[in-house]
């Protein structure tokens, strides 16, 4: 190993050629010791700030990358109709469906209310739980297999829909309205990436086709939700994103859709910098893209799993087995407050708290107007459908990236540059003295010395 004199010799040798500023002065022995302390403040200085300024950069580089902003130039978009999906709601035209399930299973109509709160599970069911649960219950009671009472009320898209237009252009409801397992039973949707098999119709408006007007005809009464292309109806979904519709009426909703808009470095970023996830982020998703009410409905699984050990006849992506027997569905109703409800961290009253990040492609949806108008008919068996985008939207959200990884670079080196006159090699010339070249050196001195000692011997 070498002696402390040439430790010392390979450092004051180092600090003689190196290139980062002011160091040279510190080794050099001709000058005055006030001078070379005076040199050695500097650099001392120097150092501490621009490790400062390059702790500033790297926090705000973490922490604050990406910028929310809004956009104005609103001539060069385009803006589709928002999702369209209808589901199966109770209503009293919808009565009559319970009592024929009821008769064909039972033989009788002695199970209505229950046979109600199955099909239409919403996480509460008063009526099975009072009477099913005890154990003097009649023997004919429900007790599992939900599952397959829900499955007679799941009509075909031909018995719910029929007379779709878009712009007074008809197309096929049932091509184009597909079917989409939900947790409040099957649905039919249009313009979703959700579906198994997307197909979406081309409901684009821009300057040329400022307004877009989607009709429909329900033959069963329905709820009506309006929401983005990722974003799935739910148990949760925002009262203001639902319209119930009821036969015999015209129903008319007039919308505005403001998108978001992602600069393409935004995909860079990590998760906790963008707060929020693309649709392929979608690890172990119930469905096929990713979305916040997607997340949701995972979450809703996982905790009537660890809650009550079992799943809601409903629920994604459950099993047979997995599904709630009468026990069960006692548990569920009994957590319905903690089940259904969403709440933040902080808050003190019954709710999940969901890990749930928004989508970085989520699309809000404003209700201009709801307007409810009966139909000439009377006694009408049918009601009709207007989802109307009332106009362009004048602005949208952009999220752009103010930080980049090349931003970072260019101000480490900035800053290296400014305060120590460093450059990239001035630090692998740093590595390179203190590895190769000190390997080196003490290889070359015990050659040295050895050959001394064979020298000596001799």
Same mark, same amino acid.
């Given at each position: 190993?070498?002696?402390?004199?040439?430790?010392?010799?390979?450092?004051?040798?180092?600090?003689?050629?190196?290139?980062?500023?002011?160091?040279?002065?510190?080794?050099?022995?001709?000058?005055?010791?006030?001078?070379?302390?005076?040199?050695?403040?500097?650099?001392?200085?120097?150092?501490?700030?621009?490790?400062?300024?390059?702790?500033?950069?790297?926090?705000?580089?973490?922490?604050?990358?990406?910028?929310?902003?809004?956009?104005?130039?609103?001539?060069?978009?385009?803006?589709?109709?928002?999702?369209?999906?209808?589901?199966?709601?109770?209503?009293?035209?919808?009565?009559?469906?319970?009592?024929?399930?009821?008769?064909?299973?039972?033989?009788?109509?002695?199970?209505?209310?229950?046979?109600?709160?199955?099909?239409?599970?919403?996480?509460?069911?008063?009526?099975? %739980?009072?009477?099913?649960?005890?154990?003097?219950?009649?023997?004919?009671?429900?007790?599992?297999?939900?599952?397959?009472?829900?499955?007679?009320?799941?009509?075909?898209?031909?018995?719910?829909?029929?007379?779709?237009?878009?712009?007074?252009?008809?197309?096929?409801?049932?091509?184009?309205?597909?079917?989409?397992?939900?947790?409040?039973?099957?649905?039919?949707?249009?313009?979703?990436?959700?579906?198994?098999?997307?197909?979406?119709?081309?409901?684009?408006?821009?300057?040329?086709?400022?307004?877009?007007?989607?009709?429909?005809?329900?033959?069963?009464?329905?709820?009506?939700?309006?929401?983005?292309?990722?974003?799935?109806?739910?148990?949760?979904?925002?009262?203001?994103?639902?319209?119930? %519709?009821?036969?015999?009426?015209?129903?008319?909703?007039?919308?505005?859709?403001?998108?978001?808009?992602?600069?393409?470095?935004?995909?860079?970023?990590?998760?906790?910098?963008?707060?929020?996830?693309?649709?392929?982020?979608?690890?172990?998703?119930?469905?096929?893209?990713?979305?916040?009410?997607?997340?949701?409905?995972?979450?809703?699984?996982?905790?009537?799993?660890?809650?009550?050990?079992?799943?809601?006849?409903?629920?994604?992506?459950?099993?047979?087995?997995?599904?709630?027997?009468?026990?069960?569905?006692?548990?569920?109703?009994?957590?319905?407050?903690?089940?259904?409800?969403?709440?933040?961290?902080?808050?003190?009253?019954?709710?999940?708290?969901?890990?749930?990040?928004?989508?970085?492609?989520?699309?809000?949806?404003?209700?201009?107007?709801?307007?409810?108008?009966?139909?000439?008919?009377?006694?009408?068996?049918?009601?009709?459908?207007?989802?109307?985008?009332?106009?362009?939207?004048?602005?949208?959200?952009?999220?752009?990236?103010?930080?980049?990884?090349?931003?970072?670079?260019?101000?480490?080196?900035?800053?290296?540059?400014?305060?120590?006159?460093?450059?990239?090699?001035?630090?692998?010339?740093?590595?390179?003295?203190?590895?190769?070249?000190?390997?080196?050196? %003490?290889?070359?001195?015990?050659?040295?010395?050895?050959?001394?000692?064979?020298?000596?011997?001799?």
């Amino acid at each position: 190993m070498p002696s402390k004199f040439s430790c010392i010799g390979h450092v004051k040798d180092y600090c003689a050629t190196c290139t980062f500023a002011g160091v040279r002065f510190i080794a050099d022995d001709t000058k005055h010791w006030i001078e070379r302390l005076l040199w050695a403040v500097l650099v001392i200085l120097s150092w501490f700030g621009s490790a400062l300024l390059i702790s500033s950069a790297w926090e705000a580089f973490v922490k604050s990358p990406i910028s929310f902003g809004v956009e104005t130039t609103y001539l060069d978009w385009e803006t589709r109709v928002p999702a369209v999906a209808v589901c199966n709601v109770v209503a009293k035209t919808n009565k009559y469906q319970i009592y024929n399930i009821g008769n064909k299973i039972f033989n009788s109509f002695k199970f209505d209310d229950e046979i109600k709160e199955i099909i239409y599970f919403r996480g509460r069911a008063f009526n099975l %739980v009072k009477n099913c649960l005890p154990e003097n219950r009649d023997p004919q009671c429900p007790l599992s297999n939900y599952s397959y009472y829900a499955s007679f009320i799941l009509s075909p898209c031909s018995e719910v829909l029929a007379n779709c237009s878009y712009n007074n252009k008809k197309f096929d409801c049932c091509e184009y309205f597909q079917p989409i397992e939900t947790d409040i039973g099957v649905c039919y949707i249009i313009n979703s990436i959700q579906t198994k098999n997307p197909k979406t119709y081309p409901m684009v408006n821009n300057v040329i086709h400022k307004r877009g007007v989607l009709r429909f005809k329900l033959l069963r009464a329905s709820m009506i939700y309006t929401l983005g292309e990722d974003e799935i109806p739910n148990i949760a979904t925002l009262l203001s994103s639902t319209l119930q %519709v009821l036969l015999g009426k015209l129903y008319r909703r007039e919308v505005i859709v403001k998108n978001i808009e992602n600069h393409p470095l935004v995909e860079q970023t990590t998760l906790e910098q963008r707060v929020c996830r693309f649709h392929h982020e979608n690890e172990d998703g119930l469905y096929p893209q990713y979305s916040y009410s997607a997340c949701i409905i995972r979450c809703r699984k996982l905790a009537q799993l660890k809650t009550c050990q079992c799943n809601d006849h409903f629920m994604v992506g459950a099993t047979e087995e997995e599904h709630c027997n009468i026990t069960g569905m006692a548990c569920l109703h009994d957590n319905f407050a903690y089940l259904t409800a969403l709440k933040p961290p902080w808050a003190q009253r019954p709710g999940l708290v969901c890990d749930c990040l928004p989508s970085c492609n989520e699309t809000e949806i404003n209700v201009i107007e709801d307007m409810a108008l009966p139909l000439h008919t009377e006694n009408s068996k049918e009601a009709h459908v207007e989802i109307i985008l009332a106009y362009l939207p004048t602005e949208r959200f952009k999220r752009n990236v103010v930080r980049s990884r090349l931003d970072l670079v260019v101000s480490l080196g900035g800053t290296a540059g400014l305060f120590v006159g460093a450059s990239l090699l001035s630090f692998v010339e740093l590595i390179f003295f203190f590895t190769v070249r000190l390997i080196n050196n %003490v290889w070359i001195e015990k050659r040295k010395q050895n050959n001394n000692v064979h020298r000596n011997r001799y």
